[in-house]
Structures are given as structure tokens and as C-alpha cells.
């Protein structure tokens, strides 16, 4: 099983990320940053509509300062969904502002709502990772689904991914009559194959959520990875295969009764071709992103010399102990997708 025993560090970004974010246009001024929200005054836990703990803590600030705080959060959310029009964000307040006690960086979530329907929408701002952000902009690039995210000095702002945490989703759904096992493994296999390849770590059952999408005949699964924090961090090849988590067991069951071995290599195959088309598709920006990596400082060395030398065995492929940092170990990684 995969076990991570130690503390990511956190990596702050580098002059060459900056200039990657900046050619993007994922740099962005903003008008509050990460630091400025925890000048809040005071907390009270927060639970989910069952009384359980959630974690997370909502935090409040003293009169004088709460109403510039949350004009200025919602300015940051006009920015990451209407390129800063606020003139659209007249009908929405901020509804909460909560604070992560657990977590690596300790992130703060955004709660807006939509004063005319009660709608409401989640964005997070934390400390910028560059671990993290390089695993956004990967996410991006490599997987099928888009994600928008901002940058602005030691700050990161990312939207809100929709989706049933995999966790939840184990323990509630999985006995609905009208789950479809098959297409559910097939995707969970996918989703391995493309953590894998783009060595994206640490995807037990709650960094992921599962975004369900009926259609007229069947039910579609889509796995999202939530958290980007182990983006080519960890030394262990395991730690890269979600198939190793044991919080995942009811997944990797369910494939084990509902897939063959010739089944898994044909989706694991398909997903290798997707990602490749994604690859040709991109070809500025992945190399763009890749060589900031290869220049950067994103893992320890004893990190990266036992990840390379797991990769080189699993691919009996020696093009991995010739890196030299996991931006190197990542590029020969993609480069056997290409060549296959």
C-alpha cells in the first residue's frame, strides 16, 4: 500500500514559474492577498448538515474591516469567472469565508451567493505552492478537464472543483441500483493511468471527487483530482498509483469483479493515446512548463534518485537515471507516451 510518511515541504515559485504564469496570463494582480485574510478575530467549527465536523473552521473579522475583506474577496472572484467585470457580481454577497486547520497550507474557501436565487458558488485562496501550481497548469494541460486558477506574488487562487468526494461517494452510492460498475472502473483505471503518467501523487479517496452525469441510456463517471499538492514530489512509484491507497479498496474491488486484465490494458492504452493527443496539441506551453520545471527545485534529491530508479525499472527504460530533478523524470515520462 502507499504510504507518505512525511511532510511535503512547501516550495515557494521560482523566478521561472513567474514567467510562465505571466506569459500565460495566470499572473494577475489581486486586490487582497492569503496573508491579509488571517487577520480574522475570531472562529467557530463548522459542520455539515449531519453535525459532523468538517475540519474546517468559519472565520470572522471585526466590523471595520469585514466589509473591505469581502468587497475585495468577490472582486477576486469576478476576476477568476468574468475577467474582473464586476458590473455582473452586483447580485452576489459573500456568504462565509471559511479556513482549513488541517491542511498543508491551510487554504481559506470562499463561500458566494447569488442574492436573487440562492445559488451559491465556492473559490478557495491560499498560499501559493509551486508544487501545487505546477500541478494545476499540468491538470490543465493533460487531463480532459479545464481548470481556472490565478496567481499574484505568494498567493493562489483556484476555483471550486464540483464533484461527490471519492470518500462519500464509496460509502453512499456505491449500493445504488443504478450505479454502472463497468463504466465506474473503466474510469477509475483511467484516472490511474493518467496520475501515472503525469506523476501526480497522493490521490487517496479524498483528494479526488467523482462528477456523475446521467445520460439518456447510462450514468457517467468522471474522477477529478482535487489536490495538487504532491505533484512530482514523493520518490515512490506507488505514491503515484491510486490503485495503492487503501482508502480507494472499494474502487479497485469493484475493478478486480467487473473488468479482465485485457480490459485494463485497452483503457490504460486509450488513456496513454489521450494524453498524447493532448501533448501535440500543446506543444508551446508543455514545453514551456516543462522547462521551467527542469529548473527548478520541486522534490528532494533522495526523492528523485529512488523515483528514477523505480520508473527505470518499471519501464525497463535507462532514459530515467540520466535525470537529474523530477522535471527531467517527468519529460521522459511523457516522452514514452509520445513514442508508444
Request: some cysteine.
Amino acid at each position: 500500500m502507499a504510504v507518505i510518511s512525511k511532510k511535503k515541504i512547501v516550495y515557494p515559485i521560482s523566478e521561472g514559474l513567474r514567467n510562465y504564469l505571466i506569459k500565460y496570463g495566470r499572473e494577475v494582480d489581486i486586490p487582497i492577498h492569503y496573508k491579509e485574510l488571517l487577520r480574522y478575530s475570531g472562529s467557530i467549527a463548522l459542520y455539515d448538515s449531519k453535525g459532523n465536523d468538517t475540519l474546517w473552521e468559519t472565520v470572522f473579522y471585526d466590523e471595520t474591516d469585514r466589509s473591505e475583506i469581502h468587497y475585495k474577496v468577490k472582486k477576486i472572484y469576478a476576476l477568476l469567472k468574468a475577467d474582473g467585470d464586476m458590473s455582473v457580481m452586483q447580485h452576489l454577497y459573500v456568504d462565509r469565508i471559511d479556513l482549513c486547520i488541517y491542511g498543508n497550507t491551510q487554504p481559506f474557501r470562499v463561500r458566494i451567493v447569488n442574492r436573487i436565487n440562492d445559488n451559491f458558488d465556492y473559490f478557495y485562496i491560499k498560499h501559493a505552492d509551486a508544487s501545487r501550481v505546477y500541478g494545476l497548469e499540468l491538470e490543465h494541460l493533460l487531463s480532459p478537464n479545464r481548470i481556472s486558477y490565478l496567481v499574484y506574488q505568494d498567493s493562489l487562487i483556484e476555483e471550486h472543483i464540483a464533484g461527490i468526494p471519492g470518500e462519500q461517494f464509496m460509502k453512499q452510492y456505491m449500493p445504488d441500483d443504478l450505479l454502472n460498475p463497468i463504466r465506474l472502473s473503466k474510469e477509475f483505471v483511467k484516472f490511474n493511468e493518467r496520475c501515472f503518467v503525469r506523476l501526480l501523487g497522493d490521490m487517496h479517496s479524498s483528494n479526488f471527487v467523482i462528477d456523475v452525469t446521467p445520460d439518456f441510456e447510462e450514468i457517467h463517471y468522471r474522477i477529478r483530482a482535487i489536490d495538487f499538492d504532491q505533484q512530482s514530489y514523493e520518490g515512490k512509484k506507488s505514491i503515484y498509483l491510486p490503485q495503492y491507497f487503501k482508502q480507494n479498496n472499494v474502487l479497485i474491488q469493484l475493478g478486480i469483479a467487473h473488468i479482465t486484465p485485457e480490459s485494463m490494458v485497452q483503457y490504460q492504452r486509450e488513456e496513454r493515446a489521450l494524453i498524447a493527443t493532448r501533448l501535440k496539441s500543446s506543444p508551446k506551453e508543455i514545453e514551456d512548463i516543462l522547462s521551467s520545471m527542469e529548473s527548478d527545485t520541486i522534490s528532494t534529491e533522495e526523492n528523485t534518485d529512488s523515483l528514477k530508479n523505480e520508473l527505470a525499472r518499471h519501464y525497463k527504460n535507462m532514459q530515467f537515471y540520466q535525470c537529474r530533478n523530477m522535471g527531467q523524470i517527468l519529460r521522459t515520462s511523457l516522452n514514452l507516451v509520445l513514442q508508444r
